[in-house]
């Protein structure tokens, strides 16, 4: 099969890759006309050239890359079907689904040692299923032992200038996932979490889509259902979900619309909108944020002053303006 590959190629260049992996599928770069171009082939002197899970594996790897960089690929099929047995089907469907990770997961933080923790160990069940394939820790110049947690736990990390919108920025540059998921470092999603993504990220047209969680409160207090209430009906109304709800998206269509912006505020709101209502879905599981903020500067303050600088926001205040009344 490489021997065809060769004749295919322009002056019989073939740069292949994963080659000692999976040596049953081929797959590599070759130039036709001078034109990059992603070559699939089996290989039957390998196994008859069957598919097993590793090659499946393998050939759905380097196509989610070239899909990802526009580059066209040219298949070679010489194979008589997919390799036979129970085993192979038991791995196939109950564990190969996310053998190789799918989300990498984004968390801002600055002097978040407080609240970080049980974050992350939200995060747990999404790591040993494998649908997790990093969490990456986007610190804005912690003092406490922020990073420390987060080394522990097994996280990348990032450091930077302090700026949620710059920090999320810097995250996603650096992630390797095929889809994000954006969490702030006080929010921590319920155990359903897990089954609510996996159904999300099944759906082929959901890659062009965004989703985010239910806003709920750590406090019993009847302030807290009401603001809930208030939160659910923005979110129905107008397709705004914060930054507290988690945003989960394609990286292709986090590219489309353009990202996180380096803003000192609004940078949840910045992304939404380009979004879209139309666009966006609000997963049926809670995200249980601090209610601390709330707490402090009450529960009919706060919110005010959030719609107040909303309102400024849209009638075109500048994010560092604003900066200065949140405060």
Known sequence: MKEVILKVADEGAFFETQVNYAKNIITGFIRIEGSTVGVVANQPMVLAGCLDID?????????????????????????????????????????????DGMI?????????QATLPATLTAME???????????????GGSSDGTLAIAEAAGARTLTG??????????????????????????????????????????????????????????????????????????CARFGLPYGDQGLL??????????????????????????????????????????ANRYQQGGYWRRPARNLFCLSLYFLGLPPRLLARLYG
């Open 104 to 112: 990498s997961v984004v968390i801002p933080t600055l002097n978040a």
């Open 161 to 234: 200038a302090p700026g949620r919108g710059g920090q999320l920025q810097r995250g996603a540059v650096a992630a390797a996932g095929e889809w994000l998921l954006f969490l702030h470092a006080d929010t921590v999603l319920q155990a359903e979490w897990l089954f609510a993504a996996e159904a999300f990220l099944a759906e082929d047209q959901n890659m062009d889509r965004a989703a985010a969680f239910r806003f709920t409160l750590d406090d019993p207090a009847p302030a807290a259902r009401r603001l809930e209430r208030l939160v659910a009906w923005r």
């Open 249 to 290: 998206l394609s990286r292709l269509f986090y590219g489309k619309v353009g990202g996180f912006r380096d803003l000192p505020l609004m940078e949840d709101v910045d992304l939404v909108r380009r979004i879209g209502k139309k666009r966006l879905t609000i997963l049926p599981v809670a995200a249980r944020t601090s």
């Open 55 to 99: 090659a499946s594996k393998k050939a759905a790897r380097f196509i989610r890359f070239c899909d990802c960089y526009g580059i066209p690929i040219v298949t070679l099929v010489d194979t008589p079907g997919y390799m036979p047995g129970t085993n192979q089907e038991h791995n196939a469907f109950a564990k190969m689904r996310y053998d």
């Open 125 to 139: 069940s999404g790591r040993e299923s494998g649908l997790i394939e990093e969490l990456i820790i986007s610190d």
